[in-house]
């Protein structure tokens, strides 16, 4: 395949981009390196040269859709609020990214559930984690002095959130992050 050559770094944005948008609309097993060369404009030998083999290219592929899951969590904007004020913070920005963000959600679900193999499911697994360890400190702030857990506290949060992108990928149209938003004030401490 002709065409200009670009930088290492853009032809594997390139690659990867070719990637997400066929796994988006055909799914993972869609994902080959003959498609994705194509749908790139360059040869499968290069997505080979950049990627080694399928496995390695949809690894880097969840890579990028996992990298971005603490961005919004780590706002310096929101360090400098009240503890309940910055996990209401925390919670309005993931709400407000699963409604922009749902077909990315929806691969990510898809990543965990149709990809079986440790390779796939352990990187997830340690994102989940530093997922749920961001909420962490917030809550249990917002816990102190209180008969309640941060970290139970945190627990019930991601899962809202969990939850929440379950509806956002299968209605997408009807999902209210408002609605979420009012509804966890039943977590917030009395003191």
């Known amino acids: 395949m002709g065409g200009p050559k670009l930088p290492e ?7 990867l981009a070719a990637a997400y948008q066929i796994a988006l609309t055909e799914g993972l097993d869609a994902v080959t390196a003959r498609r994705v060369a194509t749908a790139a404009g360059i040869s499968p030998g290069l997505v080979f040269f950049h990627f080694q083999s399928k496995d390695g290219l949809l690894q880097a592929l969840l890579d990028v859709l996992l990298d971005g899951t603490l961005d919004a969590l780590t706002d310096p904007d929101l360090a400098k609020r009240a503890p309940w004020d910055r996990l209401e913070g ?6 407000e990214r699963l409604a922009e963000y749902h077909a990315s959600v929806e691969l990510l679900f898809a990543f965990y559930f149709s990809r079986r193999e440790d390779l796939f499911r352990d990187r997830i697994e340690v994102s989940f984690g530093r997922y749920l360890e961001a909420f962490v400190p ?11 857990s941060g970290d139970d506290l945190a627990a019930t949060v991601v899962a809202l959130i969990q939850g929440a992108s379950i509806h956002a990928i299968r209605n997408p149209s009807s999902f209210n992050p408002e609605a979420l938003l009012s509804t966890m004030q039943a977590f917030r401490p009395l003191r």
Do not use: K, N, S, Y
């Open 138 to 148: 917030v809550c249990r702030e917002v816990t102190a002095g209180t008969a309640r």
């Open 9 to 15: 770094q853009e032809r594997c944005d390139a690659i």
């Open 90 to 95: 925390m919670v309005r920005v993931e709400l």
